[in-house]
């Protein structure tokens, strides 16, 4: 199983999971064009997606995501509420071949077992996602104001994870945000800072973990720096697993043995 992105951050987002001869893309949240012009630099066209997989409504996960299935044909997966949420939108699904998921109700997608995930988010229905494939997890988690029991439960063994860093509340408080977008993001349905990642990782098993992507980083309110110091502190040993999914590149292919 390999995992790679197409970029991570507020101005879009797009996670790609290989294993054997599935490739599903996890949220596509930049425009057709720019879709495409991504997995070109990664040797990829969107006719080789077996599945496009969405976590939620916000435009930054699914801006293109209608527009691709629809032209390609490929199949889309989402919960109704996500579904609902974009109905009549331009970032719609209608005309694509678009399938349900429902949180905690695993599924086989070819090669992988996609199991949907609720997690706290202010959204309709959001969930984010885990793949198994021949005994190993890989875990996709982002976009969440808080660590629940549920979530620590269904991340806690992955052989790889990417795992939102969104925000440094210090910088948050003093950046350039409005007061009411500061609560949003700080909230417990808004995102994860970088303590709060701290603190899902520390419950989770380190020495199963092959990779670590720091993801979702706010360009206003974090920096790689603020994000990797907060995560040392609980990966002390094995650090060199450790990346930063950026918005312009993503991250290229790593893959779990």
Known sequence: MRLASLGSGS???GTLVRAGDTLVLVDCGFTLRETTQRLASLGLAPEDLSAVLITHEHGDHVRGAGALARKHGTPLYSTFGTARAVSGKAAGFHGADWREV?????FPLADLMVT????????????????????????VL???GSVTPHVVAAYQDCDALVLECNHEPELLAV?????SLKRRVGGNLGHLSNQQAATLLAQC???RLQHL?????????????HALDQVHRVMDIGQERIRVASQRHGFDWLEIH
């Open 11 to 13: 101005k879009g987002n």
């Open 102 to 106: 429902r949180p905690g109700r695993g």
């Open 116 to 139: 949907p995930v609720t997690v706290p988010h202010d959204a309709l229905e959001p969930c984010q996602y885990r793949f198994g494939w021949r005994g190993r997890e890989l875990g």
């Open 142 to 144: 982002t976009d969440l």
């Open 175 to 179: 950046g350039p945000y409005p007061a």
């Open 205 to 207: 098993n380190l020495d």
């Open 213 to 225: 992507v720091l993801s979702h980083l706010s360009e206003q309110n974090n920096t790689p720096a």
